[in-house]
């Protein structure tokens, strides 16, 4: 069955830097688009960052220029990596996948706080 596992998320002060991971299982990762969503507290998920199969990417305006999302297609894995974080960054960050319908991983937190 379809897995996807995220991993990477945690406290962090503004302008610092994580990277989150996301390993996929279940079906032929090199074949799909993959993105990353966010959810803050008492709003709704939000798309970040999309990445094709051909590795075309794509971001929402607010996180142009500090985050990068790119693909291991041998590692079954999707990286999002953030930069000059700031505190409307945080959220549950979650890898998504769509096949016939829409997969989701369990999440990992992302607080930016000082």
């Known amino acids: 069955q379809v897995r996807l596992v995220e991993s990477g998320g945690g406290l962090v002060q503004p302008g610092g830097s994580l990277r989150l991971s996301c390993a996929a299982s279940?079906?032929?990762?090199?074949?799909?688009?993959m993105g990353w969503y966010r959810q803050a507290p008492g709003k709704q998920r939000e798309l970040v960052a999309t990445?094709?199969?051909?590795?075309?990417?794509n971001y929402v305006d607010s996180v142009k220029g500090r985050f990068t999302i790119s693909r291991d297609n041998a590692k079954n894995t999707v990286y999002l990596q953030m930069n000059s974080l700031k505190p409307d960054d945080t959220g549950i960050y979650y890898c998504?996948?769509?096949?016939?319908?829409?997969?989701w991983g369990q999440g990992t937190q992302v607080t930016v706080s000082s």
């Open positions: 990445i094709t199969s051909g590795s075309s990417t």
């Open positions: 998504n996948v769509r096949l016939v319908g829409d997969y």
């Open positions: 279940g079906f032929t990762f090199r074949l799909f688009a």
